[in-house]
């Protein structure tokens, strides 16, 4: 389901997209041709609550945009 992605990113560095999956509390990528999908990482706490996120070459922010 489209609900489940909580935000989502271009690296224009890697070429790729990123986005939070909260269903499956993943961060999930893909190439900009949307052929080499992989998990990048596994996030338990507070994936329901962020909402925002940056991608930069080796970098990733997460944000709680709103939490208090």
Do not use: C, K
């Not at 890697?14 to 992989?38: A, C, K, M, P, V």
Request: glycine letters at 2%; charged letters at 20%; a negative charge.
């Amino acid at each position: 389901q489209n609900d489940d992605v909580r935000a989502i990113t271009l690296d224009p560095s890697s070429h790729r997209i990123y986005w939070l999956d909260s269903n499956r509390q993943t961060i999930g990528s893909t190439d900009l041709d949307s052929r080499n999908f992989e998990d990048v990482a596994t996030i338990s706490s507070y994936i329901n609550q962020m909402n925002s996120m940056v991608a930069f070459r080796d970098f990733m922010i997460m944000a709680l945009l709103g939490w208090s």
